[in-house]
């Protein structure tokens, strides 16, 4: 009998992958700011286009987990902003929030 493990290799990887954008979303909108929505677009096209060329299915898949997480970031950027203004996470002293 022949095991195939590459429902758990996407799903471990799936889950490191949200795993690292929650925390890169908050540093994104503490240091950059809002304007950071645009590194998670491009970021998410890059990795789109990847997935498109690799012919390796499960890394094909990675990727595409990578650009949707990178699509899905640009909203959670700006979800970020409104959980700063009401405190519930530290602003960056060191820029001007308008």
Do not use: C
């Amino acid at each position: 009998m022949e095991i195939n493990i590459s429902g758990i290799i996407i799903g471990v990887a799936t889950f490191l992958v949200i795993g690292l954008f929650h925390p890169l979303v908050i540093k994104a909108e503490y240091h950059i700011g809002v304007k950071s929505w645009w590194l998670f677009l491009v970021a998410g096209v890059l990795f789109a286009i990847a997935s498109l060329l690799v012919m390796d299915l499960v890394i094909s898949i990675i990727l595409g987990v990578v650009a949707f997480s990178s699509f899905w970031s640009i909203g959670e950027v700006f979800q970020q902003k409104k959980k700063v203004e009401k405190g519930w996470f530290p602003a960056n002293p060191k820029r001007k929030r308008k």
